[in-house]
T-cell receptor
Framework: DTAVSQTPKYLVTQMGNDKSIKCEQN?????MYWYKQDSKKFLKIMFS???????INETVPNRFSPKSPDKAHLNLHINSLELGDSAVYFC????????????FGPGTRLTVT | AQSVAQPEDQVNVAEGNPLTVKCTYS??????LFWYVQYPNRGLQFLLK??????LVKGSYGFEAEFNKSQTSFHLKKPSALVSDSALYFC?????????????FGAGTRLFVKA
């Protein structure tokens, strides 16, 4: 009964490849997010979706394309992977509004060689 | 622009001693402040939040935080540290300019609790 799940947990791939990360939440939340955590552990928002609509796109290269097929799922597709894309990617969800905390998935460690 | 700052990269404390992890904020309007903890190879877990009301907020695992409007601070505290509290702690603020759909995280503070 994991609240926010991501697959895969680890992803090792070569430069130039295309890969996807999947995220699912069973909390009934309307808002989902993608975050990138770099090697120094800085955490930065990439995208926010509310009711399947893109709300925040935080100057992410258009090689990154999120897709929300329904409110419980938010997937991230990355084209033409670059070395700098190596990081841990976290999915999260929350109820709407300023006062609600976020629930994070376990993360996907992406390594681009 | 909304922001939070965690001035310490690392905090070291002996088990049984009180701990404080510092956070200051800069917001326009009312602050919506959060603390999260990250254990190795795990996602972030919510600890506590300040939205309105009492300045002393109690959260999970015996943690509490004190909201201080005049000093624009929201320090995380625990009266008696445990070795198992060793982790990475993030202060965060919801960006009201985006209706809360963007959260800004501090750089994180690594807490080491020595037995």
């Amino acid at each position: 009964d994991t609240a926010v799940s991501q697959t895969p947990k680890y992803l090792v791939t070569q430069m130039g490849n295309d890969k996807s990360i999947k995220c699912e939440q069973n909390l009934g939340h309307d808002t989902m997010y993608w975050y990138k955590q770099d090697s120094k552990k800085f955490l930065k928002i990439m995208f926010s979706y509310n009711n399947k609509e893109l709300i925040i796109n935080e100057t992410v290269p258009n090689r990154f394309s999120p897709k929300s097929p329904d409110k419980a799922h938010l997937n991230l597709h990355i084209n033409s992977l670059e070395l700098g894309d190596s990081a841990v990617y976290f999915c999260a969800s929350s109820q709407d509004g300023l006062s609600y905390e976020q629930y994070f998935g376990p993360g996907t460690r992406l390594t681009v060689t | 622009a909304q922001s939070v700052a965690q001035p310490e990269d690392q905090v070291n404390v002996a088990e049984g001693n009180p701990l404080t992890v510092k956070c200051t904020y800069s917001v326009s309007g009312n602050p919506y402040l959060f603390w999260y903890v990250q254990y190795p190879n795990r996602g972030l877990q919510f600890l506590l939040k300040y939205i309105t009301g009492d300045n002393l907020v109690k959260g999970s695992y015996g943690f509490e935080a004190e909201f201080n409007k005049s000093q624009t601070s929201f320090h995380l505290k625990k009266p008696s540290a445990l070795v198992s509290d060793s982790a990475l702690y993030f202060c965060a603020v919801r960006d009201i300019n985006t209706g809360g759909f963007k959260t800004i995280f501090g750089a994180g503070t690594r807490l080491f609790v020595k037995a």
